[in-house]
């Protein structure tokens, strides 16, 4: 299945990371969801657009704390070593439900890297890098806490919190590691109606068993609620204002909060943006599009190579893609070994997502056509299921984080399903395969698993205004497959002090990879809080 991701570690500085999510029937369409005021505390207010429709927007919060909220507001955290030099984690509590909290908690892990400098503090800047299900802590620790740079990191405590429902803070538990392994591996091209009732089952079978685990935690992990969370840890650090870099989903919850606390917004970045006024299926067919692009601009690069196994000189996108699917085809009727310790072999969905992975950042692309040889041609499977392990985070134990449990958990409740069953698909079909025939018809199926999902969702497709916050950087990146570029001009479009800045080149979000460009505007605004000017476009 399709998932949303965030971005690959940044090529110029510090080690590789990487946190995606598999993609559930909102893979990145959790971009557009709000929770209702029964159970995150919030609500909408009506926005009349330029056409005349009436789309609903993101409300502020009240300024003042209610009462029942201040014991959370007051804690204090208490700081340890935790293992990894030079950084520090405490746990933070926060309410179950906003709506009662006094019904109980959730605990949330929370790590910082104290400012290196000896100049002006600046307060804390959080990071995080997406999914949803990506683990912050993780991305602070092997990342940003050692690669951001130097400037920032003597100026800034860099901190981290993993959401609620995600890694350390209460993870929403579904299948364990064999279980995982067989659902990773279901058909999602159904050819019959057998394959269509085993990929339903699947589905079904994943959705009760995150019900059954983690019954407690799974009406409480939407986005609105980790953006609340969020505020409650700002405060307890100490901070008037937050400071912010969020990649990918990371983006969504940033909005979230300008559209929630606008007056508390510091200096946030918003990398890879995320469009919260589309709804589910056109989130969906939307990164059918960008994932499209990507495999162009992709296939356009090999066939320049010697290696290329789709193609050489004179080969054009569509011919490369034909091979692919073709390969594909192959690989659906007969599997490939792959030397895998647990007997997997190398089948449609594994090589399918193994390209995906490969399509976030054009580093990738020389691998990917070392894999691809390797099983067009030698009929070994070892490095597409490499890709496809690192993508869903399985380790070479068969041990899944539980990027991908969280990814569901989280999307299923942001927003209302894609698709109600496999007729919907079936009718969206050629609007799919029309955005990418490559990818099409499996992204489509893959937004129909939150059709099963046993908690209704509790958000809708709005806008975010944030009127009254600071100006906030929205970066767009040109040819982005996880978050079309035409997402970050909405969303900067919907904020009221969006500032976009674009970065005209390839892979997933901007900052960090390689433009010396796009890392001046970006730090220039964290420590002197001056915003790139309005149309700034970077290569």
Known sequence: MHIRRSPRSRRTRGPRTRTTARVTAT?????????????????????????GTVQAALAALPRSTPSAL???????????????????????????????????????????????????PLGSLLVNPGGPGGSAIDYLQQYAGLGYPEEVRARYDMVAMDPRGVARSEPVECLDGRQMDAYAQTDQTPDDQRERDALVTAYRKFAENCGTHSAR??????????????????????????????????????????????????RVVLDGAMDPSVDARTLNLDQTAGFETAFQAFAKDCVRHADCPLGGKGTTPGQVGDHLQAF???????????????????????????????????????????????????????????????????????????????????????LPPAFSGPADVEKALPAFEKASPVFGPGLAWAA???????????GEAHRIEAKGAAPIVVVGTVRDPATPYRWARSLAGQLSSGRLLTYDGDGHTAYGRGSACIDSAIDTYLLRGTPPPAGKRCS
């Open 328 to 414: 594909f085809r192959r690989l659906d009727a007969h599997p490939i070994p792959a030397g895998d310790t647990d007997s997997r072999e190398l089948g449609e969905a594994l090589a399918t997502n193994g390209v995906i992975a490969s399509m976030y950042d054009e580093g990738s692309w020389g691998a990917l056509r070392g894999a691809l040889t390797s099983a067009m041609k030698e009929k070994d499977g070892a490095g597409l299921l490499a890709l496809s392990d690192s993508y869903y985070e399985r380790d070479a134990g068969g041990h899944f984080s539980n990027l991908m449990m969280a990814n569901a958990a989280v999307n299923c409740l942001d």
């Open 448 to 458: 129909l698993n939150c059709a099963y999902w046993p908690v209704r969702a509790t």
């Open 27 to 51: 893979l990145l369409t959790s971009a557009a969801l709000l929770v209702s005021a029964c159970s995150a505390g919030n609500s909408t207010t009506s926005t009349t657009l330029a056409d």
């Open 217 to 266: 935690l799974l009406r409480h992990v939407s986005t609105v609620e980790a953006a609340r969370d969020m505020d409650i840890l700002r405060e307890v650090l100490g901070d008037r204002k937050l400071n912010y870099v969020g990649a990918s989903y990371g983006t969504f919850i940033g909005s979230t909060y300008a559209g929630l606390f606008p007056g508390r917004v510091g």
């Open 70 to 120: 201040t014991p959370y507001y007051e804690q204090r955290l208490r700081w340890r070593d935790c293992g990894v030099p030079g950084f520090q984690c405490t746990t933070m509590r926060a309410p179950l439900d906003y709506a009662d909290p006094d019904g109980g908690t959730v605990r949330l892990a929370v790590a910082r890297k104290k400012a290196t400098g000896s100049g002006r």
